[in-house]
């Protein structure tokens, strides 16, 4: 599952040239492969030229980019803009679903797998739950009205590449149940805008447990908000970010204040988010 935030987010100008070639062009200000063999962007976007087998050329410009490996999804968010906005340049041959696959080329070539937790709402926007793999079947879901998300990046990086091999082969039927029903309890809040139940559903016992130890300050925060019924927390995805999901004004500034107090202890440098739920997802801005 994944949700889309209205910011931060990429913005990417694309081009089409005549020189049959993808050129990329980065004026964010955050070091990326300016290689089209090595950006996943054009990767994503040499998927989708070849499924139309044609040889049109793109430049695209990077003019805002989420920092790789924040775990708030920089590289869903690069292959995103680079197929959606040359599908349209193209005449929208494809519809935002149908690009899907595309984009995940690129995420592949960054985590080493094909996973579309955060293609899809970057793409569609909302809360989206993939259902399979093998056939692709990604259902969205009605983000409730009220719902907020807090998110902290401290500024080191976790590649999801080696997030994703410290994880564990094997899970016990155990916690395997205890997570069918956490994921059964958090679609159900999404669909009721049940608050709370998605506060209390948002437990992870397949990776929370081996990638706590990744992060500093996660289990001294996740402490500190326990006792606060009014929101839910957890790593975004592989980390360092952390997520925190809430509909209450007041909660959110103490969630703002806790999370500035416990990584200015440690003395890490860090950003902190504040977002609604993006319905729209990917789109044209200019």
């Known amino acids: 599952m994944g949700f889309a935030m209205e910011d931060p987010g990429d913005v990417l100008i694309l081009k089409t040239n005549t020189s049959g070639t993808i050129r990329i062009f980065n004026n964010s200000g955050t070091k990326i492969p300016t290689d089209p063999g090595k950006n996943i962007a054009s990767i994503a976007l040499k998927a989708l030229l070849n499924k139309l087998n044609t040889s049109q050329g793109f430049d695209m410009y990077f003019e ?37 696959p595309f984009a995940l080329e690129g995420e592949k070539m960054a985590s080493g797998s094909l996973h579309a937790d955060n293609v899809a709402p970057a793409m569609l926007g909302g809360f989206v739950f993939i259902r399979s793999y093998k056939p692709l079947d990604i259902i969205p879901l ?4 009220d719902l907020r998300c807090v998110v902290v990046h401290p500024c080191i990086e976790i590649k999801t590449s080696e997030s994703r091999s410290i994880l564990p082969v094997n899970i016990s039927l155990k916690s395997a149940v205890s997570q069918c029903g956490n994921v059964a309890g958090l679609i159900s809040g999404i669909i009721s805008s049940d608050y709370y139940l998605i506060y209390r559903s948002l437990k992870d016992e397949f990776a929370e447990p081996y990638r706590a130890g990744l992060i500093p300050g996660y289990l001294k925060l996740k402490e500190l908000l326990q006792e606060d019924i009014s929101c839910g927390c957890n790593i975004s995805g592989s980390g360092p970010s952390v997520f925190v999901l809430t509909h209450n004004q007041t909660t959110l500034d103490n969630v703002v204040m806790k999370m500035k107090s416990v990584y200015s202890e440690l003395g890490i440098e860090h950003n902190i988010y504040c977002s609604g739920i993006s319905e729209s997802g990917a789109k044209i801005i200019g």
Request: proline residues 12%; charged residues 5%.
């Open 64 to 100: 805002n980019k989420i920092k790789p490996g924040s775990g708030i999804g920089s590289s869903a968010a690069s292959c995103v803009a680079a197929v959606y906005g040359a599908n349209a340049l193209l005449g929208n041959p494809f519809t935002p679903l149908e690009l899907i």
């Open 142 to 145: 009605p983000a409730p009205g």
